[in-house]
Nanobody, 118 residues
Framework: QVQLAESGGGLVQAGGSLRLSCAAS??????????MGWFRQAPGKEREFVAT????????QYADAVKGRFTISRDNAKKTVYLQMNSLKSEDTAVYYC?????????WGQGTQVTVSS
């Protein structure tokens, strides 16, 4: 079993920055495979893709809405993925969920609230 623990959410003014962290743990997660990423869900909306990073090669993908503002990165030794969010907008307000796709199975964190005030 894999556990994902998120941190770093909060309240920030528009134009500000936040950094989210997601630490992975568990016997089956070796830190060498899989894809980790972030999704978000705003009130009344479906969960949507934000960014992913391939653990082994570091290849990244971003949703168009966050390109140029958000950066996903990883620390192999800490089995942690980060989401640096800059130039935040009110439409970025959502619960952000960490995701690990490993061996065809999706694991999710509990979510962390990000609120951007205008």
């Amino acid at each position: 079993q894999v556990q994902l623990a998120e941190s770093g959410g909060g309240l920030v003014q528009a134009g500000g920055s936040l950094r989210l962290s997601c630490a992975a743990s568990g016997r089956t997660f070796s830190g060498n495979g899989g894809v980790m990423g972030w999704f978000r869900q705003a009130p009344g909306k479906e969960r949507e893709f934000v960014a992913t990073i391939r653990w082994m090669f570091g290849t990244t993908q971003y949703a168009d809405a966050v390109k140029g503002r958000f950066t996903i990165s990883r620390d192999n030794a800490k089995k942690t993925v980060y989401l640096q969010m800059n130039s935040l907008k009110s439409e970025d307000t959502a619960v952000y969920y960490c995701n690990l796709r490993l061996g065809g199975v999706d694991y999710w964190g509990q979510g962390t609230q990000v609120t951007v005030s205008s």
